[in-house]
């Protein structure tokens, strides 16, 4: 159980971390310090655990045997009114957690060259997994959060810097965006095997587009 935590969970709970930090270093620069006066520019995970996102999800995933285990951190608090240009800041902020994530997992690919150099073959064999774990891990968290689905960063880059009513009541509907997910992940595929059909088509993209990344880094 040990060695799960520290080669499966904390790879996760990274990139979830980093993930959500980066949209707050990047809001700070934008003009925008609401994460750092309420102490959220920090690493602790404490700081970030959101019970669905961080427990509940990758908990009923691994129930599930989804094949994937994926979450998310509280939002950290941007105030989009603060950013010195709205248009740009609302883009870079937003896609601030998914540039994080990507950046990790070839940082984590380049340390994984320098395994080898390891003398001893055991803790070879745990480093590989676990930087292996950090880019698959970074790469999932990538890829879920680029989703058009609020309150995913994907619906914002795509839909938040569009002054129009339509635009701000989709992004800011995070509670439908989040039945949607739950729709799309749990009950979809259930639906699909009562037909004898497999329609997880979250698991196709996710699954088929990290071995891919991944493929190109490793």
Known sequence: MLSDLILKYIPLFLAIILHEVAHGYVA?????????????????????????????LP??????????????A????????????????????????IIMNAWVAIVSALILLLVPF??????QMMFNIFF??????????????????????????????????????YINSGKAGLAAVVILIFV?????KAFGQDWNLFRYYIISATRFLTSLLV
């Open 28 to 56: 700070l620069y934008m003009g925008d310090d609401t994460a750092k006066k309420r102490g959220r520019l920090s690493l602790n995970p404490l700081k970030h655990i959101d019970f669905f996102g961080t427990v509940l």
């Open 59 to 72: 908990l009923m995933l691994w129930i599930a045997h989804a094949g994937i285990i994926l979450g998310w």
């Open 74 to 97: 509280k939002p950290v608090p941007i105030d989009f009114r603060k950013l010195k240009d709205k248009t740009k800041g609302m883009i870079l902020v937003s896609a601030a957690g």
């Open 118 to 123: 390891i003398p001893n073959a055991y803790w």
């Open 132 to 169: 292996l774990n950090m880019i698959v891990y970074n790469i999932v968290i990538a890829l879920f959060n680029a989703l058009p689905i609020p309150p995913l960063d994907g619906s914002k880059i795509l839909f938040g810097w569009i002054r129009k009513p339509w635009s701000i009541n």
């Open 188 to 192: 979809i595929p259930e639906i699909g």
